[in-house]
């Protein structure tokens, strides 16, 4: 089953014998895991009813064993059991020993008192493996994958919404850009900022640009916005902020050659008609990061962005080697690439 479809099930009270929740948006996991917990269990009997445990370090056969034991004072339990690497096509470490057996035979007569629910932070299970299609029989598999750009835009609005935040005019582009569209750090920064304004207060543009905390790699993927945008004057200020944070110039000119040589290839797959959802799986890569890489791809034929990935290469190696100062390279790049 899909995400919503197991959450609504989940808030109608019906719930599955066992869940795998597994995908790389570990938010979406939480919130699973909570809703569960909120809906199955009372407050005052967390502590007996809900048992996790780390598969890296307890075999599932341990957890079956529990799964299989009434409940002590309580009516029913959960039991959430993480790192179910199993399911997965990486290789078994050999750390632990876990007979897969039991879980097999645990699937075709699950007990009604415990719900027991795998998690694991892949996108993708290995569907050749028997347990794996036994779970998606039994309708087991929950997928927490990141959301795609719309649905990203919709999740940012309805998380202000239960905030009272309004948002100003491209808030919602501006605040999925500064976080990389990662729902945990886009839920903080919205209660940051609705706690900033005040409940019915607005978010505005400069609001989010002194309050949202960017990491290196966000700011020179800011920093080549302004540049393809030509907005000059934002872009050598964003790089003035990088160079007063002390970031290492060489550091930039590589994070600026990974965003183009990222612009270069989601131009390649999408003249192949790959969808954004496709192109991230290939590269590895947010949802949101493609169509953003996309947007700017535009500005730029393939040549182009062939020859400037070459100039950064040659960049690189003169700050290595002596043969330019680093910040005046970097300034000439860009002065280079606006024009």
Not at 25 to 52: G, N
Not at 175 to 200: C, D, F, M, P, W
Not at 297 to 325: H, N, P, T, W
């Amino acid at each position: 089953m899909d995400y919503k479809q197991a959450m609504k099930s989940i808030d109608e009270q019906k719930f599955a014998p066992v869940y795998v929740a597994y995908g790389s948006e570990s938010y979406l996991i939480e919130q699973f895991i909570r809703r569960l917990t909120d809906k199955m269990i009372e407050p005052e009997h967390l502590d007996f009813a809900v048992s996790k445990y780390d598969l890296n370090e307890v075999p599932v056969q341990n957890v079956i064993a529990d799964a299989e034991t009434l409940p002590f004072m309580v009516p029913r339990k959960l039991i959430i059991a993480g790192n179910a690497q199993f399911l997965t096509g990486s290789r078994d470490s050999g750390k632990v020993d876990h007979q897969l057996d039991r879980l097999t035979e645990y699937l075709g007569a699950p007990v009604d008192f415990t719900v027991l629910v795998f998690t694991v932070s892949v996108d993708k299970l290995d569907e050749r493996k028997k347990l794996v299609k036994q779970l998606k029989e039994k309708k087991a598999l929950v997928p927490c994958l990141p959301l795609t750009a719309e649905e990203l835009q919709a999740w940012v609005r309805r998380q202000a919404k239960r905030e009272s935040l309004e948002l100003g005019d491209g808030v919602v582009d501006q605040l999925v850009l500064y976080t990389g569209g990662h729902l945990q750090s886009l839920a903080a920064e919205i209660e940051k900022i609705s706690l900033n304004v005040g409940r019915g207060g607005t978010a505005t543009p400069e609001l989010i640009d002194s309050l949202v905390v960017r990491s290196t790699e966000q700011n020179v993927f800011i920093l080549i916005e302004q540049v393809v945008q030509l907005r000059l004057d934002r872009a050598f200020a964003l790089l003035e902020e990088l160079l007063k944070q002390k970031e290492e110039p060489i550091k930039i000119v590589m994070l600026m050659a990974r965003q183009f040589r990222i612009m270069l290839q989601v131009k390649e797959l999408s003249k192949q008609s790959y969808s954004h959802q496709q192109i991230a799986g290939q590269l590895g890569l947010h949802p949101y990061a493609v169509k953003v890489a996309e947007g700017q791809a535009r500005a730029y034929d393939v040549e182009k962005l062939s020859r400037i990935v070459s100039q950064l290469a040659d960049l690189d190696f003169k700050m290595k080697s002596g043969g330019i100062d680093k910040v005046l390279g970097l300034e000439l790049f860009l002065l280079g690439l606006a024009a």
